[in-house]
């Protein structure tokens, strides 16, 4: 349907109005159209990182039938924006930002921590700070940026998903606001119904292309530990944890684990990955949301690489035998200790999370609401 020309008359008159009055017409006729708020989602979207995409999920089960979501960052790389940041921000009434380990202390990134978006409520959901032992020196410039917006009184909530990050972000960043903890976000998420198949069990397992690496990864003890469980009777299932871009260089890499007769789980579907997780007996995760689904499944899962957010998520779940590496000789020995999740600690979890985040639904509903009658 074509659209009305605008009436010189009126759009004179408009031109003449307080800019604040000028700007409650705008979100009031926006909303007319669209019939919902808009909301704007900053994280690392789009590119088919099997987490992240998680994030959007979780934020269409909370979020979608009250506020049309809007992923901020429309391009994959720089400038990550096909048009002026502020254009954009002017379209929604709040944001999001989260979840992931976002918050670096060596670089700040336009698509999260963007000054631009202060001009809308800021909401910060289920962040984390890498603190890696090779990781880049901290930047004073970063660390500024990353203070100002921290600390600016448009950011309304700041929510981190553990205790480690909050204390960082206490220490470096002093925020006006009380920082609070809570499970990663997806252990909130409404998983598909998953089933475990008639016959042998089936361990899974998880790698990811890891960029920047002066030699491949070796699998040498991944290898042993599926030659392990094969001959034990176990069922193999190399799944592909990643869609788009990530999915494609992960398949790639999947290559160089050399397991004869393995099963290969490749799809754009995320349903569908996170029911290969689901329908295993146990599982060795490289990727941090391969060992959250597969715990919240209740599927017991090793952890391959341990970072920050791996030892966090597993020692708040009382699940820390289950830390590794791949590199581990002890590997096969991890897998036979393992330790099944608890059903009355996933509950705990779920429940935490659930909380979280029905308490940011009202919070930024409350802000959007203020901010229309202001």
């Not at 960082?168 to 809570?182: G, S």
């Not at 491949?216 to 290898?223: F, G």
Request: proline share 6%; aromatic share 8%.
């Amino acid at each position: 349907m074509p659209s009305t020309p605008a009436n010189p008359v009126l759009s004179s008159v408009a031109r003449a109005l307080p800019q604040g009055i000028r700007e409650r017409i705008r979100r009031t006729v926006k909303r007319n159209r669209n019939g919902r708020p808009v909301l704007g989602i900053a994280g690392f979207f789009g590119a088919g990182n099997y987490g992240d995409e998680l994030f959007l999920e979780v934020y269409k089960q909370y979020f979608g039938e009250e506020f049309e979501l809007r992923v901020l960052a429309d391009l994959h790389k720089k400038p990550f924006y096909s048009r002026p940041v502020e254009e954009i921000v002017k379209e929604v009434d709040a944001i999001v930002i989260g979840g992931g380990d976002i918050l670096q202390s060596w670089n700040s990134d336009p698509r999260y921590f963007n000054h631009a978006f202060l001009k809308k409520p800021v909401f910060v959901v289920g962040i984390g700070v890498p603190q890696y032992k090779n990781a880049k020196p901290m930047s004073e410039f970063a660390m500024r940026k990353h203070t100002t917006f921290l600390q600016h009184p448009n950011v309304k909530r700041i929510g981190v998903r553990d205790d480690q990050a909050a204390q960082w972000i206490r220490k470096h960043i002093q925020p006006k606001r009380e920082v609070l903890v809570a499970p990663d976000m997806v252990c909130s998420l409404n998983l598909p119904e998953a089933h475990k198949p008639e016959g042998a069990p089936i361990l899974g397992i998880a790698t990811r292309q890891r960029p920047n690496l002066d030699e491949p990864d070796d699998y040498t003890r991944i290898q042993e530990l599926a030659r392990h469980a094969s001959a034990k009777g176990w069922r193999i299932r190399h799944i592909v944890l990643g869609t788009m871009e990530v999915g494609r260089r992960d398949v790639a890499n999947a290559e160089d684990l050399d397991v004869p007769g393995k099963e290969l789980v490749y799809t754009e579907d995320l349903d569908e990955l996170s029911r290969s997780i689901g329908e295993c007996t146990a599982f060795a995760s490289m990727k941090f949301h391969g060992t959250v689904v597969a715990t919240m499944y209740g599927v017991p899962s090793i952890v391959m690489i341990a970072t920050n957010k791996n030892v966090n998520f597993m020692r708040r779940i009382g699940l820390d035998g289950n830390l590794s590496s791949f590199t581990d000789p002890n590997l096969v020995t991890k897998f036979e200790e393992r330790t099944t999740p608890a059903p009355e600690d996933l509950e705990r979890i779920r429940k935490d999370t659930d909380q979280h985040m029905q308490d940011l639904v009202n919070h930024v509903r409350h802000a959007v609401r203020a901010t229309a009658n202001a």
